[in-house]
């Protein structure tokens, strides 16, 4: 097994089994599959189901090009009315006091989040979105995510947006 998939297995059996953004819903995966993962552009769909149901999440996972460290991960599943719940891991070395300025595009206006805790594979920010900031990240091209690192510097991160709609719409979907 390649480094890449390992790293990709890890972190997703990590979230998983921690359940920290993924919904659940009763029933089956279609044709009775315990499991889909389907890739939408730069985001990744994934559903399993089980003897608690069915649980749905898309996300995107980036890492350091030379040392194959993850650097990223943005997980996100379908919430009620609209909202999203979701979770990002950032790297270590950051100020977590800082916590997370969440930006689509070039906006001024954003959404602030907080670092919850740190483990092995990074930093987790939790995330509940509204469905007016839903909308803006299905308009946009890129979230930014400004944090500032341990010696004070800004830093921003970027996810792509390319595929999040339709990721998202499809876990939806699967969770009918």
């Known amino acids: 097994m390649n480094f890449k998939l390992a790293s990709t297995l890890a972190g997703a059996a990590l979230l998983v089994s921690a359940?920290?953004?993924?919904a659940q819903t009763a029933g089956s995966l279609p044709s009775g599959a315990s499991s889909i993962k389907e890739t939408f552009d730069d985001w990744t769909v994934t559903c399993l189901s089980g003897e608690g149901g069915k649980r749905c999440a898309?996300?995107?996972?980036?890492?350091?090009?030379?040392?194959r460290q993850m650097v990223l991960l943005a997980e996100f599943a379908p919430a009620a009315d609209g909202a999203v719940n979701g979770t990002l891991v950032l790297p270590f070395g950051l100020n977590l006091d800082g916590g997370v300025k969440l930006t689509v595009d070039d906006q001024e206006k954003g959404t602030d989040a907080r670092f919850q805790t740190c483990m092995p594979v990074g930093c987790v920010?939790?995330?509940?979105?509204?469905?007016?900031?839903?909308?803006?990240?299905?308009k946009g091209n890129v979230l930014k995510l400004g944090v500032q690192?341990?010696?004070?510097?800004?830093l921003n991160l970027q996810v792509s947006l390319k595929g999040f709609s339709a990721a998202l719409d499809r876990s939806a979907a699967l969770l009918k």
Do not use: C, E, F, H
Not at 149 to 154: D, E, L, Q
């Open 125 to 138: 920010v939790p995330l509940t979105l509204s469905k007016d900031t839903v909308a803006a990240i299905r």
């Open 58 to 67: 898309v996300s995107q996972q980036q890492q350091d090009q030379q040392t």
């Open 19 to 22: 359940g920290l953004a993924m």
């Open 149 to 154: 690192a341990v010696a004070g510097n800004p």
